[in-house]
Nanobody, 115 residues
Framework: VQLVESGGGLVQPGGSLRLSCAAS????????MSWYRQAPGKERELVAV????????NYGGSVKGRFTISRDNAKNTVYLQMNSLRPEDTAMYYC?????????WGQGTQVTVSS
């Protein structure tokens, strides 16, 4: 199983980025997918989660109204659209696939919000 994140980078405050996570080696449409992030010196926190069919989403409190998670099961890919970015959004962003007791993580993509 491989989860490969992409789309991170350096962006100014107020800007936007779209992260992608391409999955292989699993039945993607069966897995709930989520994005987590971890800033230096802080614990990893949930950013957003989407159910296997994409019918339900949930977000961490600090990103509600700014970030949108979506998925394309035909492309085995989950996305995170991030708008109105703030310096405190700076972190390594990871995607996670979860089905019952199985979970897989990607290697992460760095997002830095700075002027």
């Amino acid at each position: 199983v491989q989860l490969v994140e992409s789309g991170g980078g350096l962006v100014q405050p107020g800007g936007s980025l779209r992260l992608s996570c391409a999955a292989s080696g699993l039945t993607f449409s069966s897995y709930a997918m989520s994005w987590y992030r971890q800033a230096p010196g802080k614990e990893r926190e949930l950013v957003a989660v989407i159910t296997s069919a994409g019918g339900s989403t949930n977000y961490g409190g600090s990103v509600k109204g700014r970030f949108t998670i979506s998925r394309d099961n035909a492309k085995n890919t989950v996305y995170l659209q991030m708008n109105s970015l703030r310096p405190e959004d700076t972190a390594m962003y990871y995607c996670r696939a979860q089905l019952m007791y199985r979970e897989y993580w990607g290697q992460g993509t760095q997002v830095t919000v700075s002027s």
